[in-house]
């Protein structure tokens, strides 16, 4: 009697055992941010980079399933020479994605920003004839040979004044007007009509001047049957910026049916006045407090995106450089700073727990 008890007692055993290796093949180790998150959480890289630091290499693949090229996608990479199209670094990051199954999201088409000299020039000498007829060429070479393999572009980037509401008036806005901003969608969409298409800018959730503007923008677009399906805010956050603000364009830019993506998300402390050495050093030292402030910041955002942005609506979450040592902050305003969510060794902060403690919670 004894022994048959004792026997059904390792059956009963082993079963557990059994199904305990049954749960454990099936749930996926949780090995960075993407693994906590619904949505694709996303970082800029520079394949440079990649190839030559491991630990950077690790730890993006280990925390991210989203890429957006920091500069390797850019006119002044791909198109930096007159007749020749540069794809080597594009094509290697597009490489690095595949292998490990991280979703590339395309940055930028056009941009006022580092225009090579050489089409400026053209635009000079042959005037709005050649600058359409190249923007069409540029986006149509760019989108098709990345067809179905990029999922997204961002197709303008910051056609709007650093604040306030009105056009940025870039090189395409002189030729073109803003009509080249419908051109672009237009000419992207018929190069790859799958794939999702972003209009992105900066300080559009604190500025509601130039965020309003940007909707007017939107709405024009869409009346007009131009193919837009995304709106990118940068999220290049300070510590002040109230999240009562970035609540409210949430509300917002969740009503437009647009995807939403933060395509460029990091948080400083020090202030800035959005010019090149125009930072001032508020804050010497990062201090126990100041990263405890920086993790609730980033953990409520994380809330506030979940909260406002309708499921089919969240495009994810992308990093703009993940970690204090390579920061774009440093070198563009001339100060030192804490922006993101990996100090300087490559390790996790407070922040980067904020994050994550963001996608784990309830959300009410
Ligand atoms: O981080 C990028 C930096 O390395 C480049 O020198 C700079 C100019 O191309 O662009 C930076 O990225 C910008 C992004 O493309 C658009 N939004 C603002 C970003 C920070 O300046």
Redesign the pocket.
Same mark, same amino acid.
């Given at each position: 009697m004894q022994s048959t008890y004792i026997f059904l007692l390792f059956l009963f055993l082993i079963s557990i055992c059994a199904n305990c290796n049954i749960a454990r093949e099936s749930t996926p180790i949780a090995q960075g941010l993407k693994d906590y998150a619904d949505f694709p959480i996303g970082n800029?890289i520079?394949i440079r980079k990649i190839i030559e630091d491991e630990k950077y290499r690790t730890m993006i693949k280990q925390n991210f399933n989203s890429i957006t090229s920091?500069?390797d996608m850019?006119m002044?990479t791909i198109g930096r020479e007159e007749g020749k199209y540069n794809w080597e670094k594009a094509d290697e990051t597009l490489a690095f994605c595949e292998r490990n199954n991280q979703r590339i999201f395309g940055?930028?088409l056009v941009?006022h920003?580092?225009l090579p000299k050489w089409i400026q020039n053209n635009g000079k000498e042959h005037g709005a004839d050649w600058v359409d007829e190249y923007l069409e060429t540029y986006i149509t070479k760019v989108v098709s040979r990345y067809k179905g393999k990029v999922a997204a572009w961002d197709v303008v980037?910051?056609a709007f004044e650093t604040a306030g509401g009105n056009y940025r008036e870039t090189f395409w806005y002189q030729y073109l007007g803003k009509e080249y901003i419908a051109k672009a969608f237009r000419y992207a969409h018929a190069a790859d009509p799958e794939a999702e298409l972003f209009y992105?800018d900066?300080n559009i959730e604190r500025d509601t001047a130039k965020f309003l503007g940007v909707l007017k923008m939107i709405e024009e677009l869409k009346s007009e049957g131009v193919p837009i399906t995304g709106l990118g805010f940068?999220m290049?956050l300070r510590m002040d910026i109230p999240d009562e603000v970035i609540a409210y364009t949430l509300k917002k830019a969740g009503e437009t049916g647009l995807k939403i993506h933060f395509s460029?998300l990091d948080i400083i402390f020090n202030r800035h006045d959005d010019t090149k050495d125009g930072g001032e050093q508020v804050y010497k030292e990062l201090t126990k407090e100041m990263e405890q402030a920086q993790a609730e910041k980033y953990k409520n955002l994380v809330l506030m995106y979940r909260k406002y942005i309708p499921k089919n609506q969240q495009y994810g979450i992308t990093f $703009?450089?993940c970690n204090d040592r390579d920061t $774009?902050i440093k070198?563009?305003f001339g100060i030192e700073d804490w922006p993101t969510v990996f100090d300087e060794n490559l390790n996790p902060k407070r922040a980067y727990y904020g994050f994550m403690e963001g996608l784990k919670e309830k959300i009410r």
């Open positions: 800029s520079s920091g500069n850019k002044y940055h930028t941009w920003l580092g980037n910051e992105n900066f940068q290049h460029e $703009w450089g $774009w070198r563009f």
